[in-house]
């Protein structure tokens, strides 16, 4: 595909309830972003990974939050015993290298809704 | 952490108006961000400087690396330019996710 994917787009789940949320990066892109959006919060960095490794974890808000990326390509962020505060619109972002100055390509997104 | 702060929040013109939105930073970076998020969500990165100026089409992004502020400027604006503008810095030293600031809601009238 030309563009970074997600998927779903759309998932709503029980409070309690695992989800795991799919980005299929550009091809090629080495370097892989997580970043999430609540209503009233603006977007925030989650995780980032560099090939498969994830050298910058800080931004995940709770143990509950996990994330791989196998095969330097798809990544899948996890959420544990969902909670509603968990609701958000989480974005994918990837970039060719891992430089700083590089362009970052944005996926759509998944609305994630926590009842 | 680095706090990007971004002005107006909030910015209603007419079709044909000169556009400016600010964007300040408190730690010194690497790389600073531009981003255009349409109504329907998609996050499109329009600019990525780390010093001086940028033009693209009716678009000019300026960076003053001493004080630590930038401005994302619209010429001859027109209705298609509503959206919500980001400003995000890539701040290094480890912490190589992006800070985002609140973003600049823009709309333009016809």
């Known amino acids: 595909g030309a563009g970074v994917s997600q998927s779903p787009s759309n998932k709503v789940t029980e409070k309690g309830k695992d989800v795991e949320l799919r980005c299929d990066p550009i091809?090629?892109?080495?370097?892989l972003y997580w970043y999430r959006q609540s209503l009233g919060q603006g977007l925030e960095f989650l995780i980032y990974?560099?090939?498969?490794?994830?050298?910058?974890k800080s931004g995940l808000p709770s143990d509950r939050f996990s994330a791989e990326r196998t095969g330097g390509s798809v990544s899948t962020l996890t959420i544990q015993r969902t909670q509603q505060e968990d609701s958000a619109v989480y974005l994918c972002?990837?970039?060719?290298?891992?430089?700083?100055?590089?362009?970052?390509?944005f996926g759509p997104g998944t609305r994630l809704t926590v009842l | 952490k680095n706090e990007v702060e971004q002005s107006p929040q909030n910015l209603t013109a007419q079709e044909g108006e000169f556009i400016t939105i600010n964007c300040s930073y408190s730690v010194g970076i690497s790389a600073l961000h531009w981003l255009q998020q349409h109504p329907g969500g998609g996050i499109v990165s329009l600019f990525m400087l780390s010093s001086g100026k940028k033009k693209h089409g009716r678009l000019i992004a300026t960076i003053n690396i001493q004080e630590k502020h930038s401005s994302l400027h619209i010429t001859a604006s027109h209705p298609r330019d509503s959206a919500v503008y980001i400003c995000?810095?890539?701040?290094?030293?480890?912490?190589?996710?992006?800070?985002f600031g609140k973003g600049t809601h823009l709309i333009i009238q016809p």
């Open positions: 995000a810095v890539n701040s290094g030293g480890g912490a190589d996710g992006l800070t």
């Open positions: 091809s090629g892109h080495t370097a």
């Open positions: 972002a990837s970039s060719l290298m891992r430089h700083l100055t590089d362009t970052q390509y």
């Open positions: 990974f560099q090939g498969n490794s994830a050298p910058d």
